[in-house]
């Protein structure tokens, strides 16, 4: 027996491969088939199953291209419809894969057709559970997906069936092995490991104490931030179905000469996937800088309307790689790519623009000078500890909160490291503020100065 996760960066999201005597299964995939493909290929295994734990909101899932591509059989749990054809396994349902088991167990709560995948090895033994997002590391799925089908109340209470039912009799040293991992936006405070036990998880998960149910349900629904616009799309692509990543790539790489660029830019969306460094010495004006270099799918999901054309600015030979993953969020309306680069918008004497950055022992001074902090990570981030007299508006929600700031003030935008703060300095220029001023290495390196902190 093979078992392998494959983790997703960019997406926080973890899917696997398995494998026994030749057979392979695998769940929970990314949009590309390639990896898959590849080291099914590689390990002279034939893909016979593709697992789905459930419609996944965060990202479109590549299991019909994979099927499609491999021969392998799709396989939802109970109340799982789709306008495709898969196979919907019945609770306690067994497949066979090679010399191991996998059995179907049915726990809804984050969604109703929510399924973990127990595998028992060559012995009889089991060994890992599956758990998508019904079960993360030190957190739960959100309760919250089904735009008012069921409420979050309602959800919450057959999550807690189905973990004390289906998930906390097993063995402590059964291995959890979660879909998504430390950033992801499908619960509330995911813990920073990508795998864990039913032991572990049982001593430490909040969720896994025990409770009533009502507190319980309390517990589960505090605190839940809306989620990004996005979610509600992809949950319909993965139900509905989709055109071929490989089709995707055919249609949204064109390129564009600077004349055609600037023509579509009055109507779309002008993403910079560019790294921040070189994003703040020069870019077109109206660009939002989301890098390829952290978590861009995610963060492009949650800034960027799903239903407006994109056209991109990239390195040269990263086109493709910023097309495909834009299509693992199921954004797939790209008008086309600057050809060039950035360099050919320059060398044709167009307009640039460039955003201002500074140290962290720079802060203090220029705060002192009149410049006001602005906290843009996380509401939990900001809680912890910020900068004594900073102003917080967490990134995803910018551009709601613009209103309360005045666009001639200049504003030391930070977040924890530096990525975030640099999309929010190309929001904060967009919308037509004068003095965004970024803040190398963000929070992390402010908090090295003497910059007096509090808490709350």
Known sequence: MYVEQIYTGCLAEASYYIESDGEVAIIDPIRETEPYLQKANTRSGKIKYVFETHFHADF??????????????????????????????????????????????????????????????????????????????????????????????????????????????????????????????????????????????????????????????????????????????????????????????????????????????????????????????????????????????????????????????????????????LARVGFENVRGYLDGGFAAWKNANKPVDNIQSIAASEVKQMAADGAQLLDVRRPGEWSTSHVSGAKHLSLANIEEGLNEFDPKQPYLVHCLGGYRSMIASSILKKHGFEKPINVYGGFREMAETDLKMELG
Not at 208 to 233: C, R
Request: with cysteine; aromatic share 8%; charged share 25%.
């Open 60 to 325: 479109v899932s590549g299991h019909i291209d994979l099927a499609k591509k491999s021969g392998g059989q799709i396989v939802y749990g109970p109340q799982a419809n789709t306008a495709y054809e898969v196979y919907n396994a019945k609770d306690g349902e067994v497949f066979s894969l090679g010399k191991v088991k996998i059995t179907a167990l049915h726990t809804p709560g984050h969604t109703p057709e929510s399924t973990c995948y127990l595998l028992t090895d060559e012995h009889g033994k089991d060994y890992a559970i599956f758990t998508g997002d019904t079960l993360f590391v030190g957190d739960v799925g959100r309760p919250d997906l089904l735009d008012g089908v069921m409420s979050k109340e309602d959800l919450a209470g057959m999550m807690y069936e189905s973990l004390n039912n289906k998930i906390k009799p097993l063995a402590d040293d059964v291995i959890v092995y979660p879909a998504h991992g430390p950033g992801s936006a499908c619960g509330k405070n995911i813990g920073s490991e990508t795998f864990s036990t039913i032991g572990e998880q049982r001593a430490h998960n909040y969720a896994l104490q025990e409770m009533s149910k009502e507190e319980f349900i309390a517990k589960v629904t505090e605190g839940i931030v809306p989620p990004p616009k996005y979610f509600f799309e992809d949950a319909r692509i993965n139900k509905q179905g989709y055109q071929s990543l490989d089709e995707v790539l055919e249609h949204n790489l064109q390129p564009l000469s600077a004349e055609e660029f600037g023509a579509e830019t009055a109507n779309s969306i002008l993403l910079d996937t560019r790294g921040a460094n070189d994003f703040e010495k020069g870019f077109i004006p109206g660009s939002v800088n989301i890098g390829l270099d952290g978590d861009y799918a995610v963060w492009v999901g949650t800034l960027l309307d799903i239903n407006k054309p994109i056209v991109l600015v990239t390195d040269e030979g990263k086109e493709k790689e910023a097309v495909a993953r």
